[in-house]
């Protein structure tokens, strides 16, 4: 297969890189530029520009260059400056990453990966999406603004890992082909707390785990 104009140089056949951009990836890539575009992270004509090579690109690698050098939404907590969206629940963003009615707060590890630990605010309605990369959301120390979080994962060829403060009940409803999804470690006297994981895993794992 011929090497792609857009091919950077860190990247290639070793982590997959050669392997053809399906409609899916493209869209996945367009869905996070329009967030960036819409949160004045890039201009307009350069939203247009990316989107357009994303619809024309032939392998993974075209992708890659498309979203790596976004820079990072100011306040954001995500650890990966090039997939970050805003970490307030009620921002528009977060509606138009996911599609739905109701905002969200939303963690791409696309490539790369996110880290959410330490004390910070946690909704009622996460998302955490990964390709070809991996994601922490650590709810130990979180304020926790409902006493029930209901997490959605979708994540292909990576990883993410969940952890809860001791006693909480974890409500299991990952989908998983050619991966898995565990719950381990949950000890202590029942906090009151609940945690509903739902979505779908390919090739991949989703880890919840107490203390």
């Known amino acids: 297969m011929p090497v792609s104009s857009l091919e ?4 290639g056949p070793r982590v997959g890189g050669d392997e053809p951009a399906t409609d899916y990836d493209k869209q996945l890539v367009m869905r996070v530029l329009e967030v960036a575009g819409r949160e004045g992270r890039i201009s307009p004509q350069e939203h247009q520009r990316r989107s357009q090579l994303a619809a024309r ?36 963003a977060a509606v138009v990453a996911t599609g739905e009615t109701e905002p969200r707060d939303v963690a791409y590890g696309i490539f790369s990966g996110f880290k959410r630990t330490g004390q910070w605010t946690a909704g009622d309605r996460l998302t955490a999406i990964t390709f ?27 990883g993410v890992d969940i952890r809860v403060p001791r006693g909480t009940t974890v409500v299991n409803q990952v989908v998983s082909v050619f991966g898995g999804s565990e719950v381990k470690r ?26």
Do not use: H
């Not at 950077?8 to 990247?11: E, F, H, N, T």
């Not at 070809?132 to 990576?158: K, M, S």
């Open 57 to 92: 690109a032939l392998i993974i690698d075209d992708l890659i260059p498309l979203t790596r050098d976004l820079p990072a939404n100011p306040g954001s907590a995500f650890s990966n400056p090039s997939w970050r969206l805003p970490v307030n629940p009620t921002t528009s």
């Open 186 to 211: 949950l000890k202590g006297p029942a906090n009151g707390r609940q945690l509903i994981v739902k979505g779908f895993c390919a090739f991949g794992n989703v880890a919840i785990k107490g203390d």
């Open 8 to 11: 950077p140089d860190d990247v």
């Open 132 to 158: 070809f990369g991996g994601g922490e959301l650590d709810l130990r120390n979180a304020i926790w603004t409902t006493p029930v979080i209901e997490v959605t994962v979708t994540t292909l060829f990576g």
